[in-house]
């Protein structure tokens, strides 16, 4: 379960916080995602994964966060996992302290460049299964976001752009 965290920045501008993944060896290594993770034991719903994973790898406390919706689940080949994506807002500037662990840096992304249409491209990368495939991906704050991250993302905007 993941979460697309929505909060005020300290001028009162909607942003959403992404992450810039550890480089370790796995599929998802250096990649830029939102927060989240496995389910544990002590889960007792894939919301409370979502919040609980953000608050290991974010340092925002649960009972700050608010689960609005769930978006569409998404099944990712190379790592065999569905992910439930879940949209949720903080009413405060959250204060990031990153786990040095997983995460090698938090990006604060405003909601006016997610909803700039210019930061939609395609681009090459490689993957698990083939080197230089195209896909589409945004870019925000200077980092390609493809994947299941971006559609994620263009789903997510696709909601926003209904409402607006």
């Known amino acids: ?10 001028i009162g501008e909607t942003h959403l916080v992404l992450i810039l993944r550890k480089t370790y060896r796995g599929v998802h290594s250096a990649q830029v995602g939102f927060p989240g993770g496995k389910v544990e034991i002590e889960d007792t719903d894939l919301i409370q994964t979502a919040l609980r994973e953000t608050q290991e790898e974010i340092g925002v406390p649960i009972n700050s966060m608010q ?9 990712i080949p190379p790592s065999n996992f569905i992910v439930h994506p879940f949209i949720g807002f903080t ?21 006016k460049d997610l909803m700039n249409d210019s930061n939609a491209i395609t681009t ?9 495939i195209e896909v589409p991906a ?3 704050n200077e980092q390609i976001v493809w994947g299941a991250t971006a559609m994620m993302l263009s789903e997510l905007k696709l909601l926003l752009n209904e409402v607006i």
Do not use: C, H, M
Not at 1 to 10: E, I, K, T
Not at 96 to 109: G, P, W, Y
């Open 1 to 10: 379960a993941v979460l697309s965290l929505f909060y005020p920045n300290s």
């Open 67 to 75: 689960v609005v919706r769930e978006l569409t689940p998404l099944y």
């Open 91 to 111: 009413e405060g500037t959250p204060l990031f302290v990153k786990q040095d662990t997983e995460v090698e840096a938090v990006i604060e992304v405003s909601l």
């Open 124 to 132: 090459k990368v490689a993957t698990s299964y083939k080197i230089d």
């Open 138 to 140: 945004f870019v925000l």
